[in-house]
């Protein structure tokens, strides 16, 4: 039996489904695509994970603190 849900995406992501950049990215492209997965991110406290040190110290004003991986 899993500790997790069956759809773990679909449940917490505000962005269960990312926006395909097709072709070649611009500058109006990635910083919507940035914006998506910051916000999955967020949605499950690991916005860490997806930004630099410094950038996490100044939206959380801690420092981040990667956990450890679960099967250690």
Do not use: Q, W
């Amino acid at each position: 039996m899993s500790i997790y849900p069956a759809n773990y995406r679909e449940t917490y992501f505000e962005y269960p489904a990312l926006t395909k950049i097709i072709g070649c990215p611009t500058y109006d492209t990635l910083p919507l695509l940035k914006n998506e997965i910051n916000g999955n991110a967020l949605s499950v406290a690991n916005l860490g994970l997806v930004i630099s040190p410094d950038a996490y110290a100044r939206v959380a004003n801690v420092t981040y603190i990667m956990p450890l991986h679960p099967g250690e």
